[in-house]
């Protein structure tokens, strides 16, 4: 439980948001001061490493050959990062901090693009094999009509591939999810100290 009481106060509330599933949105400056103050610098340690491994391999296994990747909530770029051994054609990130975007551009990956935006009024203009929410989908308004509002974008067969921390209204939110999206794959990832355990699974958009 100690470990939970030093959650940066924005993830503390995106957790225990609402029961009815609803997400907790937070202006772009909130977001660039947990950044600038280090609040977040644990995303990039090896305590989250397992689940960005986990992401990465999830996509890869579904799309073994050069996919066009989305990240909504791409924060510092670190699952990009550890998605460069794998093959892809493509691969956007897309974050509202300009702070987090900051630390993503200085990796200068290869064939990635970051760009600032808000995921619920940005949309490309292109169509991916692969829609990322790391983290992220818990600040939507609705995370239900979000992913509604990006089938739009998915290719045939497209997959949404979502990671959400285990803890508070995180359940409240799939089962939402569930309403709208079939469970293709699922798998429960966790730190070694087996404080964290983050739910993930792939998605696919109901008929």
């Not at 939507?140 to 739009?152: G, I, S, V």
């Not at 508070?168 to 798998?187: K, S, Y």
Request: hydrophobic share 45%; glycine share 8%.
């Amino acid at each position: 439980m100690d470990s939970l009481k030093r959650l940066p106060s924005r993830l503390w509330q995106k957790f225990v948001g609402d029961p009815a599933g609803l997400g907790r949105p937070a202006p772009a400056e909130v977001f660039d001061r947990e950044y600038r103050s280090g609040s977040w610098d644990h995303f990039s340690d090896s305590t989250e490493l397992p689940r960005y491994l986990a992401l990465a391999g999830a996509i890869h296994h579904h799309y073994p050959e050069k996919p066009a990747v989305l990240d909504l909530g791409c924060g510092n770029g670190r699952l990009a990062e550890v998605f460069q051994p794998h093959p892809f054609s493509r691969y956007v990130g897309v974050d509202l901090s300009t702070a987090g975007l900051e630390r993503a551009r200085t990796l200068a990956l290869p064939r990635v693009e970051f760009l600032l935006g808000d995921y619920e009024t940005w949309r490309p203009a292109g169509r991916f094999d692969a829609i990322v929410f790391n983290e992220s989908i818990g600040y939507a308004r609705d995370p239900a009509a979000t992913l509604a509002a990006f089938r739009a974008v998915l290719t045939p067969g497209g997959l949404f591939f979502i990671s959400l921390f285990r803890f508070g209204h995180a359940a409240a939110q799939w089962r939402r999810l569930a309403g709208i999206c079939a469970t293709v794959a699922a798998a429960a990832v966790t730190d070694a100290s087996g404080e964290k355990t983050w739910d993930i699974k792939v998605l696919r958009p109901r008929p």
